[in-house]
């Protein structure tokens, strides 16, 4: 008898069959794949990948014995003298990997090419008496390379076998591990009752919506979403202004083209986790919580009533592992690091993408840095894998030139033009260079403004200044987010009920914060950034025309970062040759210069693409080496939990008192600010850190957080005062 698994008992009589756990995981691997035409590839890595444990010792190490076993080869080799070398090739990668990860190929000293190469393996023999390896003579891939992409194809493809296969094994091993999680799965409802909830959600808001031109315009973004679904699955772009309800438009497009084309889930990405936070609420209360799952770094399931304690809330935490929810809601680092990770946690969820609809909201925000990796993901997936993808903002990148024209995008709406007209709630004006002091006295002169600067530094030097005239406001990553959020929520009530406030922040408040200033202050920066800005003065039309000013700062509190000094220039640069600052032509124009000043390199910095396809005829791909060097997050910062409020200081006792503390470090993660090396450095050598674990870091005391402006400076913090996307 040859067993996969085991349980306590010593008897084996209910340890799991190695035949049985094959079989099971080549089963469940091939129906993932079947999604991209790949189900008989699939159903052989799943029988291949854990052959290795028919060997005598690792029989012995499931019954005790403490002895190292390599499982994963055997399957690879038994690929490679079984099949077509192109094909094997790939298998090798699967079943080496599904452990430790896709492997570089390398060469005859390491990697994948080293593994194959190992002389002395167990004998694994006995898997003949139990298995029988498929014919797979008649196997075709149906993939269709982009030209000069035949590389990053390949290694696409092998990426998504991947990930059905460790899912596959994953589900395999929890159902008779942990049947009880299990059970749990799969717990939502049918699309079919989703739409329906839906429409009657849009029926109700919009006739309900009073009868003027801007509502009637939002109710044209919708139904023109709704008539453009039926077309077939490719790509798309939507562009539509601030405040014309592109969200849920957007949503309605999804529900019908899902409907239309027979796809599988919708995802939303999202480069901000206000933004997330704020959509997974407003799908939350329209499609039901077990149905809408929100992935990023500061959600806590916990906290999100599922109708079901204990089972809803287990379904979340076990969704984010394969995304198998029919809504999801992740950020823009969740989504495009793992399409190039190599990891078995980050692939995992990657088959689950193939025949669905996928849209980039505030697509301006894809990493430049990434840009034509990523477009090229996006068009892989549309292309080769049945996927529809929305490039949704007010300020569409242009980004035709970079796509190939066989995914060129589609618009969905009729005339953007017409709408940024028709929503055209402010003017614009620069005002040149501005000291701080002259800004300031601007500022005090109005009784409601906002001002949004490019580093924490000069936020706060601003807001000191200002304090010192009352119903002054500070925002910025320095603040926890339960922090921001209850700030929000404060200067939301006071612009409601007419009160001053002057608020004073750096670019987060930017996307995804529903606020409305009627006059807005904008440091130069990109014109992406600007009309973000402008999104948040007269958003609902309260005045005539709400004033935005643009202004270069004189100071130098907190130098600028290389990517803020260069969109602030072409910014600077196309103002100068616009009548318009947010006219669709304006941003446009911005976009083609940027890219251009950036270059070929500059959008692909890791030189990821040309990796892939420098030794594609041989199938030799760098995994390790592109899932190591793809990070949009690259300045090493460090997560500090800051004792907040009297919830977080119970957590962080829980948290030094457990021996198991991941529970509770979730629940703080609404309480962390990222911080730069030399800063935490800093305060290292005052004692002002606690290590808890090894692992996690915990302020010490209050009284170095200020409930006006966070995290107070010991030191310069960090990148020159810097702000990095949160």
């Known amino acids: 008898m040859f067993y996969a698994h085991t349980t306590p008992n010593p008897d084996k009589s209910d340890w799991q069959f190695l035949r049985v756990h094959l079989n099971n995981v080549a089963k469940i691997s091939s129906e993932?794949?079947?999604?991209?035409?790949?189900?008989?590839?699939?159903?052989?890595?799943?029988?291949?990948?854990?052959?290795?444990?028919?060997?005598?010792?690792?029989?012995?190490?499931?019954?005790?014995?403490?002895?190292?076993?390599?499982?994963?080869?055997?399957?690879?080799?038994?690929?490679?003298?079984?099949?077509?070398?192109?094909?094997?090739?790939?298998?090798?990668?699967?079943?080496?990997?599904?452990?430790?990860g896709l492997l570089?190929?390398?060469?005859?000293?390491?990697?994948?090419?080293?593994?194959?190469?190992?002389?002395?393996?167990?004998?694994?023999?006995?898997?003949?008496?139990?298995?029988?390896?498929?014919?797979?003579?008649?196997?075709?891939l149906a993939l269709k390379p982009f030209p000069k992409q035949t590389g990053f194809c390949f290694s696409f493809f092998t990426r998504m076998v991947y990930s059905c296969l460790v899912d596959a094994d994953s589900l395999d091993t929890e159902e008779f591990m942990s049947p009880e999680k299990s059970s749990v799965r799969g717990q939502y409802e049918s699309f079919e009752i989703l739409k329906q909830r839906f429409e009657?959600?849009?029926?109700?808001?919009?006739?309900?919506?009073?009868?003027?031109?801007?509502?009637?315009?939002?109710?044209?973004?919708?139904?023109?979403?709704?008539?453009?679904?039926?077309?077939?699955?490719?790509?798309?772009?939507?562009?539509?202004?601030?405040?014309?309800?592109?969200?849920l438009a957007s949503m309605g497009f999804a529900l019908e083209h899902l409907k239309k084309n027979d796809l599988k889930r919708i995802f939303y990405v999202i480069p901000y986790t206000s933004i997330i936070e704020q959509n997974a609420?407003?799908?939350?209360?329209?499609?039901?919580?077990?149905?809408?799952l929100e992935h990023h770094s500061n959600f806590d399931p916990d906290k999100v009533d599922t109708g079901d304690m204990d089972s809803g809330e287990e379904a979340l935490r076990l969704s984010t592992e394969n995304w198998e929810m029919p809504v999801v809601i992740t950020t823009n680092v969740q989504f495009f690091e793992s399409?190039?990770?190599?990891?078995?946690?980050?692939?995992?969820?990657?088959?689950?993408?193939?025949?669905?609809?996928?849209?980039?909201?505030?697509?301006?925000?894809?990493?430049?840095?990434?840009?034509?990796?990523?477009?090229?993901a996006l068009s892989e997936l549309v292309r080769n894998y049945g996927s529809t993808v929305v490039i949704c903002t007010a300020t569409q990148p242009n980004l035709d030139e970079l796509f190939d024209d066989l995914v060129k995008p589609v618009e969905i709406m009729k005339s953007p033009a017409e709408l940024y007209d028709a929503f055209r709630r402010v003017n614009v004006t620069d005002l040149g260079s501005v000291s701080d002091d002259v800004l300031s006295e601007r500022l005090r002169q109005h009784h409601q403004v906002l001002c949004i600067v490019n580093t924490r530094n000069h936020a706060k030097k601003l807001f000191d200044e200002l304090e010192k005239s009352g119903h002054c406001y500070h925002l910025s990553a320095r603040m926890c987010p339960v922090h921001r959020r209850e700030q929000i929520a404060e200067i939301k009530h006071l612009l409601k009920e007419g009160g001053g406030c002057r608020v004073i922040s750096t670019q987060l408040i930017e996307a995804g914060v529903d606020i409305d200033f009627p006059v807005v202050y904008r440091a130069m920066t990109g014109i992406d950034s600007i009309a973000q800005a402008a999104g948040r003065c007269n958003r609902e039309g309260k005045v005539a025309s709400g004033e935005v000013y643009i202004f270069k700062s004189t100071e130098l509190w907190g130098k600028a970062t290389h990517w803020q000094s260069l969109v602030a220039e072409v910014g600077e640069m196309v103002l100068a040759n616009s009548t318009d600052a947010l006219a669709p032509s304006t941003v446009s124009d911005y976009f083609r210069q940027l890219y251009h000043y950036k270059g070929d390199d500059g959008l692909d910095t890791k030189k990821i693409l040309q990796s892939l396809e420098k030794r594609s005829r041989e199938l030799a791909f760098p995994f390790e080496d592109i899932g190591s060097s793809f990070s949009i997050i690259e300045e090493g910062t460090k997560d500090l939990i800051i004792p907040y409020d009297e919830k977080a200081a119970s957590n962080i006792q829980d948290l030094r008192n457990s021996n198991f503390p991941w529970r509770f470090v979730?629940?703080?993660?609404?309480?962390?600010?990222?911080?730069?090396?030399?800063?935490?450095?800093?305060?290292?050598?005052?004692?002002?850190?606690?290590?808890?674990?090894?692992?996690?870091?915990?302020?010490?005391?209050?009284d170095d957080y200020s409930d006006k402006t966070g995290l107070l400076n010991r030191k310069n913090n960090g990148a020159n005062g810097s702000l990095l996307i949160v």
């Open 339 to 376: 399409l190039f990770s190599n990891k078995r946690s980050r692939c995992r969820k990657l088959h689950n993408l193939a025949k669905s609809v996928i849209i980039l909201d505030e697509a301006q925000m894809l990493p430049t840095g990434y840009l034509k990796p990523c477009l090229a």
């Open 281 to 292: 609420d407003v799908f939350r209360n329209i499609f039901g919580s077990r149905n809408v």
């Open 32 to 100: 993932f794949a079947d999604v991209f035409k790949a189900s008989e590839f699939a159903y052989a890595g799943g029988l291949l990948h854990d052959l290795g444990k028919y060997s005598p010792e690792f029989q012995k190490r499931l019954e005790g014995v403490n002895i190292p076993v390599d499982h994963a080869t055997a399957g690879a080799r038994e690929a490679i003298k079984k099949y077509h070398a192109s094909y094997s090739r790939m298998l090798a990668y699967v079943i080496t990997g599904h452990h430790g």
């Open 200 to 247: 009657e959600h849009m029926c109700t808001r919009i006739s309900g919506a009073e009868d003027n031109r801007i509502n009637k315009y939002r109710r044209e973004i919708y139904d023109q979403c709704v008539e453009k679904a039926v077309l077939p699955p490719g790509m798309f772009s939507l562009t539509v202004p601030t405040g014309g309800g592109k969200t």
């Open 666 to 702: 979730r629940q703080l993660q609404g309480y962390t600010v990222n911080i730069y090396p030399n800063e935490f450095r800093e305060l290292e050598r005052l004692h002002a850190i606690d290590l808890v674990g090894d692992r996690f870091y915990i302020l010490k005391s209050r």
């Open 104 to 140: 570089n190929y390398g060469s005859p000293e390491s990697g994948l090419e080293k593994r194959m190469a190992k002389s002395v393996l167990p004998d694994y023999s006995s898997y003949r008496n139990e298995i029988t390896l498929p014919d797979q003579s008649s196997f075709r």
